[in-house]
């Protein structure tokens, strides 16, 4: 009961449904990104976002957050966290340090340092 209502919340706080144009959009950004999901060509932001968090690599988290915005990125790790997986766990220590990188570079470029 406590897994639906965590879920629910990290739902509520994610984008609605996006239009069709706006997808056919991402689809442009996803072919930068080949391979991460190669057995369905045709999977959704989320599940691109999250398979980008299970095999996490700098270069391909900071174009994902430039895409999106780092508060997607980090909904998304929210969820895989929650769910508690081996590949989870495995990537963990690497998000954390990724994300963190990342928000310490927005930040940067926002106050002009």
């Not at 968090?53 to 895409?67: G, Q, S, V, W, Y």
């Not at 929650?82 to 954390?96: D, F, I, M, W, Y």
């Amino acid at each position: 009961m406590a897994s639906l209502i965590v879920e629910s919340h990290i739902a509520a706080s994610l984008p609605k449904a996006y239009p069709f144009a706006v997808a056919e959009y991402h689809k442009e950004f996803w072919q930068r990104h080949p391979g991460l999901v190669w057995s369905n060509p045709e999977a959704d932001d989320t599940v691109r976002i999250r398979r980008a968090l299970l095999r996490p690599r700098f270069d391909r988290l900071l174009d994902i957050a430039l895409e999106f915005g780092i508060e997607r990125l980090q909904s998304e790790w929210s969820v895989l966290e929650h769910e508690n997986t081996p590949g989870a766990r495995r990537a963990q220590s690497s998000v954390k340090r990724i994300l963190t990188n990342i928000e310490q570079g927005f930040s940067s470029v926002t106050s002009g340092d």
